[in-house]
């Protein structure tokens, strides 16, 4: 950490807090998430070396780039290095919209919708599922830029499907609140989720207690969206929450969906594919000899 300037914290969890940091190598700013190894479960460590192995593998403009990660032998923390979104996360925005009482631009609305699903493309390309794609881990610049992070409990999928019930219940998927397996269709759900919450201010699916939001999400009966939007925004949610995965989009169909299409064109500097041809997983992620004792 003696490389690092702590400028202020950014947030934390149970396990780990986020750093807003400067690198006194290049002066440059980071954020620096800590997670403290001791006490954690075996799956718990593989989860912070998993968040390492994918964000290390996945080059895209729209996901959250991974810079480095070091261990802190004297207090067993892996510290993982990655860019820092100068305008938060989405859930901030959302928040300080309900606050000033407005609702967010339509076509900031789509910007930030067309990267999130460029952004979720460069995951299901490399078979990984994020999972837990949620507000508050879309991070936001301000060149205007959105883009995917917080891959703590992303899994590469084995054959395709996952099986373990993980996530935010707001925006689970029917099949994971049902504890059927599921797939890449699962995070386009939550997709939807967020961005029907994003225009209208609030999640689709609410309730007073756990059964009546498993209700609720199983039938995937949600509100219009305020008459402010076009009946194209509505259509795109609507593609996206269906309640049979089968019937929900990839994010290569969404991209190539007419209405979508319409508003990449508009928006030509959001449309560059990704930065690396390079689709290809790491295997695994050295780390220190001494960290074995750790894990």
């Given amino acids: 950490m003696e490389g690092f300037e702590i400028i202020e914290k950014l947030g934390d969890g149970a396990y780990s807090i986020v750093y ?6 290049d002066s440059n700013i980071y954020a620096l998430k800590k997670v403290k190894l001791k006490g954690l479960s075996d799956k718990e460590k593989q989860n912070a070396l998993n968040e390492v192995r994918i964000l290390a593998s996945v080059k895209s403009p729209f996901v959250i780039s991974y810079k480095e990660a070091f261990i802190e032998e004297e207090t067993e923390t892996l510290c993982i290095v990655m860019e820092y979104a100068d305008k938060g996360d989405l859930y901030q925005k959302i928040v300080h919209l309900k606050k000033i009482g407005c609702l967010i631009e339509e076509i900031d609305a789509w910007k930030i919708f067309i990267q999130m699903v460029r952004g979720l493309k460069s995951l299901h390309d490399l078979k990984i599922l994020h999972r837990d ?11 205007g830029t959105a883009k995917i992070g917080d891959l703590n409990v992303s899994k590469v999928a084995q054959k395709g499907l996952g099986y373990t019930q993980t996530g935010t219940p707001y925006y689970a998927s029917p099949e994971v609140w049902k504890d059927k397996p ?17 225009i209208t201010l609030r999640p689709p699916f609410r309730a007073q207690n756990m059964e009546g939001l498993y209700n609720k999400v199983c039938k995937g009966q949600f ?50 594919e990704e930065e690396s041809e390079d689709k290809c997983l790491l295997k695994t992620i050295h780390m ?8």
């Fill in 133 to 143: 794609l949620k507000s508050a881990n879309i991070f936001l610049f301000s060149d």
């Fill in 288 to 295: 220190p000899k001494k960290f074995i004792i750790f894990i």
């Fill in 223 to 272: 509100s219009r969206i305020p008459d402010k939007f076009s009946d194209d925004l509505f259509k795109v949610v609507q593609f996206l929450l269906q309640v049979n995965p089968i019937s929900r989009p990839s994010c290569e169909q969404i991209l190539n969906y007419p209405i979508v299409q319409k508003r990449i064109e508009y928006f030509k500097s959001f449309a560059g």
């Fill in 182 to 198: 599921y797939d890449n269709k699962s995070d386009v759900w939550s997709l939807g989720c967020v961005l029907y919450e994003m």
């Fill in 20 to 25: 807003k940091v400067k690198r006194k190598e």
